[in-house]
Every structure is written in C-alpha cells, then in structure tokens.
C-alpha cells in the first residue's frame, strides 16, 4: 500500500510528470531525484510530526514556507550550517569540511558567487 501513496504523491503533489519537460537523460534522473528528494522530505517531516497532518498539506505548507526564501538566503543558510557543522567536528573532519566548501564554491559560476560573503571564498 505504501508504494501506491508514493507514486500517487509523486505523480500529483510533486508533480513528477508534468513540471519538467526535458529531454536528455541526465535532467530527467535530475528531475526525478529532486521530486524523491522532497518525497524524503515530507516522509521524514510527517514521521517527526505528532498531528494528523497529511503529506499533501505538509506539502502546501513547505512550498509555502520555501517560497519566503530567496535562493541567495538558502544558500547562504547553507553555508552557514555548513560552517557550524564543521565548528562542531573534530579538527581532522572540520579541516577537510572547510577544504571541501572551498572546492564547492571555487567551482560555483561567478555570478552566483558574487551573492556569498567574501570570507567564504577566500583561501
């Protein structure tokens, strides 16, 4: 029965059909990660939640609470969670997270680091 909610969930409330109309095959294992992603999401949201909430109203309400968010806010959230992370773990694992967000954001086009804080991107 579970399988049944997924596909019903994936298919209408994340819109696995219908929001992406690509036609290589690497954006559509993109697309279909991204719509997993968020069923994993929602899963994980509902399981945490003790209300009788159902996962197409969890839904509603994450899309509403992400469309607030900007892309640049997300990503700088990210980065700082990411640098919290590292301020937490050993000095080995923070030296090599701290190694590997500098390699992420050296790769990142120009424009989108331009919307980073400058300490990120030095070396």
């Known amino acids: 029965w579970d399988i049944e ?15 992406f109309q690509g036609r290589s095959y690497d954006m559509l294992v993109n697309h279909t990660t991204i719509v997993f992603s968020r069923y994993i999401l929602l899963a994980w949201q509902h399981r945490q939640s003790t209300d009788v909430r159902s996962l197409g109203g969890l839904f509603y309400l994450l899309c509403d609470e992400i469309g ?3 892309w640049v806010a997300a990503l700088q959230q990210l980065v700082d ?15 090599f997270i701290q190694r590997q ?6 790769a990142l086009p120009n424009y989108i680091k ?4 400058i300490s990120c991107c030095e070396s």
């Open 5 to 19: 909610v997924f596909f019903k969930c994936a298919k209408s409330l994340l819109r696995l059909q219908n929001e």
């Open 81 to 95: 969670l990411i640098h919290e992370v590292a301020a937490k773990a050993g000095k080995k694992l923070s030296a």
């Open 68 to 70: 607030a968010v900007d």
């Open 114 to 117: 331009a919307y980073l804080p």
């Open 101 to 106: 967000l500098k390699e992420w954001i050296a």
